[in-house]
């Protein structure tokens, strides 16, 4: 599994580097390594997955195929959902992606007890970042619907709380899918948390100001793909959210959040840190967050907030009102 590679090599580089970035967790955890979550968590699941289109009949049958990843006790295609019920994110990919290259977010999340959702729509030259926007609302509505349905594979399998997630396109699209769509879809987020959200039309940033569920922003510190006006720190600032954090990667890569495609790459920083470090970066941090707002987990956010403190791999972090009670 990616994750566990992920993982040996971040902890290989850490044996190398200053005994700083050794201590980052107060509590004992090495940074990297994500498999004690485990131990913080509970069970570890395999990776499950399904290849689903369905129809939204409010937008006239609109297709929306879709990519889930969830907790299996054997991993595979159509698989067997693990018993359990377990929160949802639905990610959002970026501009000129699909739902591949989100996909290192659900071998991060999924071990843990998440149902990640990645929509395939709005994968051209010209996508309609509303119908996107939608898409994820769609999406989180439809996976509770699921939840409830006898029928359904997911029966007793969803747990009521949802997230919109989302890589730069993706990400100014899930502002989109909570300020904008979730009431006429009968969905209520529970938090934001994107990657590089990049700037939509309609504006992710005016979105943002109507959003007041926790927002999480990662972003790196010299971001080339976005252009003033319609980076993460400008969606941050924009948020009406009275818990929101900013986490800023040192030579950190638009497109290596995710897996990336070379179209996004032609547009990207010629040079930064290892992809899979990146991404590794990424799930420590996502990971907390998650168990926080989707299963609140009070020691998550406080294991969040240590690391963030004392990390030497990012540039800068803000935080505003996100605090352990």
Request: glycine content about 8%.
């Amino acid at each position: 599994m990616r994750l566990a590679f992920l993982t040996l090599s971040l902890i290989a580089a850490l044996a190398a580097a200053p005994a700083a970035a050794q201590v980052i967790f107060a509590d004992g955890f090495e940074s990297g390594d994500t498999s004690a979550w485990s131990d913080a968590v509970g069970l570890r699941y395999e990776l499950g997955h399904r290849t689903v289109t369905w129809l939204d009949a409010t937008r006239g049958n609109r297709s929306v195929p879709t990519e889930v990843y969830y907790p299996a006790e054997v991993a595979g295609d159509e698989v067997p959902v693990a018993a359990g019920a377990f929160p949802v994110v639905v990610c959002g990919h970026g501009y000129t992606m699909d739902a591949a290259s989100p996909r290192s977010l659900a071998e991060a999340l999924v071990p843990l007890g998440f149902i990640v959702v990645l929509p395939d729509t709005e994968t051209g030259l010209f996508p309609s970042h509303d119908d996107f926007g939608k898409d994820i609302a769609f999406l989180a509505r439809t996976l509770q619907d699921a939840g409830a349905a006898p029928w359904s594979p997911f029966y007793g399998r969803v747990a009521p709380l949802s997230a919109a997630s989302g890589h730069s396109m993706g990400g100014g699209a899930a502002h989109l899918a909570v300020a904008d769509h979730a009431a006429s879809y009968g969905v209520a987020f529970a938090t934001i948390a994107t990657l590089a959200a990049a700037r939509t039309s309609p504006s992710s940033i005016t979105a943002a100001a109507g959003i007041t569920v926790p927002a999480l922003y990662l972003a790196d510190d010299r971001d080339c793909a976005l252009q003033a006006g319609g980076a993460p720190s400008d969606h941050y600032a924009a948020v009406g959210s009275s818990c929101k954090t900013l986490i800023t990667i040192q030579d950190g890569r638009h497109c290596h959040y995710v897996d990336p495609t070379v179209l996004c790459e032609l547009g990207d920083c010629a040079t930064g840190i290892d992809g899979d470090l990146q991404r590794q970066i990424v799930a420590e941090y996502l990971i907390p967050w998650f168990e926080w707002t989707l299963k609140g987990r009070v020691e998550a956010l406080v294991r969040l907030n240590a690391l963030m403190a004392s990390d030497p791999r990012l540039h800068s972090y803000q935080q505003l009102g996100c605090t352990p009670p």
